[in-house]
């Protein structure tokens, strides 16, 4: 089974300095997908940025940018010119290539980010 | 466009009843997925529809049931509610593909 892993409880930025959030997995897959997500107070869980696996170069959108590091199965979240608004918990998810498999998530214990101003 | 809704937001019951949770998709989307969010076990899968099929399950005892409709509407149910069944249930739906979710703001249940 898939397990992801999110070892940083919290982290604390300064307004406008950059933070990177860590995410580890383990699958004997070679074709997944993996994903993070905001969960701000209101609860939406929101698609911050994601990643295929086939694909070498890292995502990004916008301050967030990953590095995926396929054979060290680790997926780390990059959030620059960090803003209040980034505060959130952040969950990094992962699901399988296999279409029998559906579109189940598996997600990490998640990291709370706390933005001082 | 609409997003995910969830319906009601907050609920209270009583341990023994049983309550039945609601998710309207994307319009479009006809994968809704089901999860439990809680501070000890985290984001758990519960299950997964597709075209009115559930198409993949969690470890989640046959207490925890659904169904998806023809207008791609899921409904979840819980039977016999324990207290350890108080959560935040989200609800997410998908083109599929793994072009991501969009998920609902939850349904925040409260067994006492």
């Known amino acids: 089974a898939q397990t992801v892993t999110q070892s940083q409880p919290e982290m604390s930025v300064q307004e406008a300095e950059t933070v990177t959030l860590s995410c580890t997995y383990d699958?004997?897959?070679?074709?997944?997908?993996l994903f993070w997500y905001k969960q701000p107070p209101s609860r939406q869980m929101i698609l911050v940025i994601r990643q295929e696996a086939y694909k070498q170069q890292n995502a990004t959108e916008n301050r967030f940018s990953v590095n995926f590091q396929k054979a060290a199965k680790s997926f780390s979240l990059k959030i620059s010119d960090s803003q209040l608004g980034d505060a959130a918990m952040y969950f990094c998810a992962y699901r399988r290539e296999i279409k029998a498999a559906g579109n189940k998530l598996t997600f990490g214990g998640g990291t709370r980010v706390l933005v001082k101003p | 466009k609409a997003g995910v809704t969830q319906t009601p937001r907050y609920l209270i019951k009583t341990r023994g009843q049983q309550v039945t949770l609601s998710c309207s998709p994307i319009s479009g989307h006809r994968s809704v997925s089901w999860y439990q969010q809680t501070p000890g076990q985290g984001l758990q899968f519960l299950f997964e529809y597709f075209s009115e099929t559930q198409r993949n399950k969690g470890n989640f005892p046959g207490r925890f049931s659904g169904r998806q409709f023809s207008n791609s509407r899921s409904e979840m149910n819980v039977s016999t509610l324990e207290l350890g069944d108080s959560a935040l249930y989200l609800c997410?739906?998908?083109?599929?593909?793994?072009?991501?979710?969009?998920f609902g703001s939850g349904t925040r249940l409260t067994v006492v």
């Open positions: 699958t004997s897959e070679s074709d997944y997908y």
């Open positions: 997410a739906s998908s083109l599929g593909g793994g072009r991501g979710y969009t």
